[in-house]
């Protein structure tokens, strides 16, 4: 019964747009219920050719013109929706607009959001290979900007300092020829390999075997440009082997993560070009591309995220900056195209309405594909040419609908 009840609600106002007015002799009985009034006008109506606006339950002449009006029939069609017929002034009054279904390009377009994250490939964790001291900490905060071979800090390490000695003793009792170059001598190829392991860069191993004096102190040097993010260090603080001391992030590209929505998972695929858009910095653009795909979906948004490169030479995109994101998916060419405001989606079924010509409109059930742009591809149930409205569609539907209902309960009643 509630769906009944709404079916008549819509019914007095669709009526009420198709001339079914308070004021028409159909309506002369103010008491009736809607129910009464609705089976009522699922008797055949008769309507005038050229007022169309005059509806009258039984055989009569036209009050304006003189006209006998003729009985209107709800037509059929084979997917069960009938035709609507409606006046000019009907028309006009409803805005109905129209346009012509077309073949043409629709490219795969996905507009989505993002945040910028650290180039974990271009992140660098400084550790130390032996325990010790810190002295001469030469980079003391974070947000500094280190360039490659920059000395951070100097380490006091016993286990270093041995090293040493026993390289240097090994220079001296070297047998293998003093015309040799220091990394090419037999007998210290072991004290070396130590010195290697401990991150003792080669010119100052060389430098040790031909002073032959140690160093007291080991220094650590950047491993790359970039800038600090993490500290952890403090002047005479002891670290052990293996510990985190800084971390250098190189900010010259970035990652932008964005998610990717279910129906749009096909189109994504890795090179795929994408422009990104920070409304932090209105006015700028930067362009980046598809490098990774991950292998899951989300399990609470349902979707999947993707990883864009972008060049950021400049240094403006921050790690944690809120993005939008276009990526291209190129076009697919040759489909049929619809306008997105001319689809009528019920969960149901998705369909739109065609202008059959003289105010006869019939909706029509469509299959549908990708969507782009404010276009719709359509797979089934419209052909090139076809005339279908775009706007006041919605009431055109609910019309045909209600004569179908109508039509139903006069079977039922039969």
């Known amino acids: 019964m509630p769906s009944l009840i709404r079916i008549m609600m819509v019914a007095l106002l669709v009526m009420t747009l198709i001339g079914c007015s308070p004021d028409t002799p159909d309506n002369a009985d103010s008491h009736e219920t809607a129910v009464e009034h609705a089976v009522r006008h699922a008797e055949p109506n008769f309507i005038c050719p050229m007022h169309p606006q005059i509806i009258r339950n039984q055989v009569d002449t036209c009050p304006l013109c003189g006209m006998d009006l003729v009985k209107q029939e709800i037509q059929q069609t084979d997917q069960g929706y009938p035709t609507v017929n409606l006046g000019a002034n009907v028309i006009q009054k409803l805005g109905v607009r129209t346009q012509t279904v077309q073949r043409g390009a629709l490219w795969k377009y996905i507009k989505t959001v993002g945040y910028v994250t650290y180039n974990k490939r271009r992140i660098h964790t400084v550790r130390n290979q032996t325990s010790g001291w810190v002295e001469n900490l030469a980079v003391r905060r974070v947000g500094l900007e280190v360039k490659k071979g920059q000395l951070l800090l100097e380490l006091y390490s016993p286990e270093f300092l041995a090293v040493q000695e026993e390289f240097i003793a090994a220079q001296e009792k070297d047998q293998s020829g003093i015309l040799k170059k220091y990394e090419q001598r037999e007998d210290s190829t072991g004290p070396r390999d130590h010195l290697r392991y401990l991150d003792v860069p080669e010119s100052l191993a060389n430098e040790i075997a031909r002073s032959g004096k140690p160093r007291h102190r080991m220094p650590i040097y950047a491993p790359q440009y970039g800038v600090v993010i993490r500290n952890k260090v403090h002047k ?37 070009i994408a422009d990104i858009e920070v409304p932090a910095l209105s006015g700028q653009l930067w362009e980046g591309h598809v490098n990774y795909i991950y292998p899951e979906l989300d399990p609470k948004t349902r979707t999947l995220k993707v990883r864009l490169l972008v060049p950021n030479q400049n240094g403006l995109l921050k790690p944690n900056m809120f993005t939008r994101v276009r990526i291209y998916g190129g076009p697919k060419e040759d489909v049929l ?27 029509v059930d469509v299959i549908t594909g990708m969507q782009s742009k404010g276009n719709v591809e359509i797979l089934s149930g419209l052909d090139e040419g076809d005339s279908i409205v775009i706007s006041g569609q919605f009431l055109i539907d609910s019309e045909a609908n209600l004569q179908a209902s109508f039509r139903r309960l006069e079977n039922a009643r039969e």
């Open 236 to 272: 005479h603080m002891y670290v052990p082997p293996g510990y985190p001391m800084l971390t250098i992030a190189d900010l010259s590209s970035v990652w932008v993560e964005a998610e990717v929505y279910g129906h749009q998972l096909e189109w994504v695929k890795r090179g795929l």
């Open 337 to 363: 195209l619809i306008p997105r405001e001319a689809l009528i989606v019920t969960g149901e079924r998705e369909s739109v309405i065609i202008d059959r010509g003289d105010g006869k409109f019939q909706p």
